[in-house]
T-cell receptor, first 113, second 112 residues
Framework: DVKVTQSSRYLVKRTGEKVFLECVQD?????MFWYRQDPGLGLRLIYF???????EKGDIPEGYSVSREKKERFSLILESASTNQTSMYLC????????????FGQGTRLTVV | EDQVTQSPEALRLQEGESSSLNCSYT??????LFWYRQDPGKGPEFLFT???AGEEKEKERLKATLTKKESFLHITAPKPEDSATYLC?????????????FGTGTRLKVLA
């Protein structure tokens, strides 16, 4: 089974802190994604990566950056956390070609106070 | 613009009361449509992939169908354990690869 693991289930950070969310997948998938999920807004794509050191902006990249130094690991960075970044963050991975589903991690509930 | 719309937003059913959830989409060049189940506080769990209009997939009490404009998730004789949010997504082409566009989901509550 594909496993996507996010480093934390719950995080509480202070405004202005630099925050790192880590995601690791064990199926050698080229594609990795970061979404945030908010009530009424659904899943919104922040960034994605289709290869090591490659990244593309999604629909809401402002205030975020990403790092992909190794194929299995994709990190989301909040440069200076703000209260409007309080959300559920979901990491996913998929194969790069064909019609293939994305596999999700368990999510990180981030609260910025 | 590629878009996915799900309805209703929320649905309450009595145990055994069958119903359908709707997912309508506009996407240039549909490659696949996916259904996920999401329990509170957890990540989405994959249910089905539909590739082309006319296709159907079944799993226990769930059946997913696809037309050229929409997909339905039919729930037959639901049980309380079917309570969850059901998400629909389409696969759309972007630079270099593909991305997934999600609807906002239908929150299903099945009462005993």
């Amino acid at each position: 089974d594909v496993k996507v693991t996010q480093s934390s289930r719950y995080l509480v950070k202070r405004t202005g802190e630099k925050v790192f969310l880590e995601c690791v997948q064990d199926m050698d998938h080229e594609n990795m994604f970061w979404y945030r999920q908010d009530p009424g807004l659904g899943l919104r794509l922040i960034y994605f990566s289709y290869d090591v050191k490659m990244k593309e902006k999604g629909d809401i990249p402002e205030g975020y950056s990403v790092s992909r130094e190794k194929k299995e690991r994709f990190s989301l960075i909040l440069e200076s956390a703000s209260t409007n970044q309080t959300s559920m963050y979901l990491c996913a991975s998929s194969l790069p070609t064909g019609v293939t589903e994305a596999f999700f991690g368990q999510g990180t509930r981030l609260t910025v106070v | 613009e590629d878009q996915v719309t799900q309805s209703p937003e929320a649905l309450r059913l009595q145990e055994g009361e069958s119903s359908s959830l709707n997912c309508s989409y506009t996407v240039s060049g549909l490659r696949g449509l996916f259904w996920y189940r999401q329990d509170p506080g957890k990540g989405p769990e994959f249910l089905f992939t539909l590739y082309s209009a006319g296709e159907e997939k079944e799993k226990e009490r769930l059946k997913a169908t696809l037309t050229k404009k929409e997909s339905f998730l039919h729930i037959t004789a639901p049980k309380p354990e079917d309570s969850a949010t059901y998400l629909c997504a389409v696969q759309a082409r972007t630079s270099g690869t593909y991305k997934y566009i999600f609807g906002t989901g239908t929150r299903l509550k099945v009462l005993a």
